[in-house]
């Protein structure tokens, strides 16, 4: 039986778990079908982590899938981003593909790996392991164009909602976009910034912005790459709201770092004490005074 949808012929099977009616048909019919990935087996490899387990004896377990390239066993991959958005090499430790042990692991495949000397809790859902040669930057934000499929008012900026950009799953804010307000059936390019951690994402990828019962979809075209250690940006905030050691200059015109002074007067005996404290922006002073003596 065919049905015929949108200028595309649908196979449609009749079939049966009980008696089992018409399901080797349909095991033909899906071995038959090609990948929707096209062969990258001369890429630098690319692993996206969907999930992450604790096996007793066997330690840091993964699965996901390989985007392109070819993961071989005792390879060492760049795990990441962190949440300093940086990447640390891992190495391979063994690969399982159905529930068997294989030697790799090639693009469109989903597989799981046993990692050495990483840690579950290092690990979370939206990282990525991908060759050296791909030189992987992370980054706090990106520009979108985004198609609003249903919003029950106005989106602005400042509005927040969760983000999903092929394994990535993380809460964005919308820093700016190209008009006041966005409706129903709006489009718009929006800069989008992650609310915890830096992620690994691909100019061009397909995206969806949700929250409740509002969901837009859309496509990122720019990825503004953050380097750790940088100046510039803190987890995607300016450096200027960033708690920072206070300056203040001397005489000579030099600066230091103003550090906390305390004096402490020695405490007389068979006294009662009052302690008066007084602070500036620079120091704090503790002062001991005998009422006796006042």
């Known amino acids: 039986m065919y049905v015929v949808l949108f200028h595309r ?7 049966s778990n009980v008696t089992g009616h018409n399901l080797d048909l349909l095991k033909s019919f899906l071995n038959l079908l090609t990948t929707r990935i096209p062969v990258t087996d001369d890429l630098p490899a690319e692993f996206q982590i969907d999930e992450t387990y604790s096996v007793p004896g066997v330690g840091t377990v993964i699965s996901g899938t390989c985007m392109q390239g070819v993961i071989r066993l005792s390879d060492t991959l760049l795990l990441g981003p962190t949440s ?6 891992v190495p391979i430790r063994s690969i399982q593909r159905k529930r068997l042990p294989v030697t790799e692991v090639r693009g469109g495949q989903t597989a799981s790996f046993a990692l050495k000397k990483i840690k579950r809790n290092q690990i979370r ?43 990535t799953r993380q809460t964005a804010t919308i ?16 800069r989008f910034r992650f609310i915890k951690n830096p992620e690994f994402l691909h100019e061009g990828t397909r995206m969806v912005f949700r929250e409740g019962r509002t969901k837009a979809v859309g ?30 200059s001397e005489k000579g015109g030099k600066k230091k770092r103003s550090k906390s002074r305390s004096t402490v007067a020695s405490t007389p005996t068979n006294a009662e ?22």
């Not at 012929?9 to 009749?14: A, D, R, Y």
């Not at 300093?84 to 090499?89: D, K, R, S, T, V």
């Not at 990106?142 to 909602?161: M, R, W």
């Not at 004490?273 to 006042?294: F, G």
Request: proline share 7%.
């Open 9 to 15: 012929i649908c196979p449609i099977f009749q079939v």
């Open 84 to 89: 300093l958005g940086e990447f640390i090499p």
């Open 125 to 167: 859902k939206g990282m990525v392991m991908v060759a050296k040669e791909l030189q992987p930057t992370a980054c706090w934000e990106f520009l979108g164009d985004i198609l609003v499929l249903h919003h029950p008012t106005t989106i602005s900026p400042k509005y927040q909602a969760m983000v999903h950009c092929g394994s």
């Open 175 to 190: 820093v700016n976009m190209n008009c006041d307000h966005l409706r129903t059936g709006d489009k718009a390019t929006c």
């Open 219 to 248: 496509n990122v075209t720019t990825i503004f790459p953050y380097i750790p250690g940088s100046s510039g940006f803190h987890k995607g905030k300016p450096c200027s709201k960033v708690a920072k050691v206070k300056l203040h």
């Open 273 to 294: 004490m009052k302690t008066e404290i007084t602070s500036s922006t620079s120091d704090v002073q503790l002062t001991l005074t005998d009422p006796s003596t006042s």
